[in-house]
Every structure is written in C-alpha cells, then in structure tokens.
C-alpha cells in the first residue's frame, strides 16, 4: 500500500499514527503512538513526536527537536533548531509523574527560534514569535515579540514575521506584507483578516 507521505527509512513510526498527506520525516526521526501530523508538515532529523501530540498543517520542526505529550501545535508554526518543550512543572527522577502532564498550545503561525526552551503550561499565542534561545516562563499573546531568559515582551510582529511599529493612533503595517494591524489595551489584531 502506498503512502501519501515521505517517511526517511531510518524513521520509527509505531502503529496508530495519523499522517497528513504530503508530510515529510526525516532521519532519525521517532512518531510515538496516537500522535497526529497534518498535511504537508516536515519533520527534520532526531525529531521525536510523543504520543497524543497534534500538529496542524504545514508545521515545520527543525532538527534534534521533541515534542512531549501535552503539546498541540496549531498550523503554520515553526520550530527552530534544538528547541525545547516541558511537559512536568516539578520533574523528579525517583518520583513517577506521567498523569500530571502540563498542556501548552502554540498557536497558528507562531515562530519558536532556535534553542528556545518553553516551560510547559505557557500557551504561545497566534503569530507570535519567541527568539533564539529565549525562556518562556509566561503565556505569549498573539504577535509578541518575547527575547531573553527569562524571555520578556520587547514588541510586535507581524504575519510575515516583520517587526510591527505603532503610530500614535495604534495602527502599523507590515513592512514586507504590507497588511494593517492595531493595537488596543496591549492586544494586536490583524484588520486584514480574522487570526
């Protein structure tokens, strides 16, 4: 039977996994039991997907990169190199936590850099964009700019990943995109299209 996937023949993919269509796993790579990718995602090499994970379409993990049990990722986001998810707040070796896993959402088309560590329970929000090597300690609104250890909020982005100036009435466009945004009580909106 023929696959609708590219599977590297070096990957592991135990039974009750779900595949989107044109997706792609690299070498190395290991899909644990009942995890979920959507179409076209790619999957560069030494990623390990635990079970239950969702990942939507279009989802791009860079190498050396696990995704715990408790992740769910929403289309479109991206997952730099050697990042690094949580998924026990109090993590004890002689102490067995497996039913206390901590849920972390990263929204559509958000960006994690390379390196950056996300401490479970912090949800990222939609297109926001979590610099190299930066420590998530709090949840992310949609389009933040957060930079740092621990990671602090320094500004805006944009769809396109652009960084988003304020006028005096709150409004900026993406320079590359050229759509709108606003920003009211600390929140950014697309004025373009719905998030």
């Not at 070498?27 to 239950?52: A, T």
């Not at 026990?88 to 929204?107: C, D, F, L, Q, W």
């Amino acid at each position: 039977m023929e696959t609708s996937y590219f599977a590297h023949p070096t990957a592991v993919i135990d039974e009750g996994v779900s595949i989107g269509a044109g997706s792609k796993i690299w070498h190395f790579s290991h899909l644990m039991r009942g995890c979920k990718l959507g179409e076209r995602c790619n999957l560069g090499q030494n990623v390990v997907v635990s079970p239950d994970v969702e990942l939507g379409r279009n989802v791009k993990v860079q190498n050396n990169v696990s995704i715990y049990t408790g992740v769910t990722c929403g289309d479109d986001v991206f997952l730099g190199p050697s990042m690094v998810f949580t998924n026990i707040v109090n993590p004890r070796s002689a102490v067995v936590r497996r039913g206390e896993y901590v849920k972390t959402k990263v929204g559509q088309g958000a960006t994690i850099g390379a390196n950056a560590t996300i401490v479970c329970g912090h949800d990222i929000g939609p297109y926001a964009f979590i610099g190299a090597g930066a420590v998530i300690t709090k949840a992310v609104p949609a389009f933040a700019l957060f930079l740092g250890n621990p990671a602090r909020h320094v500004g805006w982005m944009s769809k396109y990943g652009q960084r988003l100036h304020f006028d005096e009435r709150g409004k900026a466009q993406c320079p590359e995109g050229k759509d709108w945004y606003s920003l009211e009580n600390n929140q950014v909106k697309s004025l373009e299209h719905d998030q």
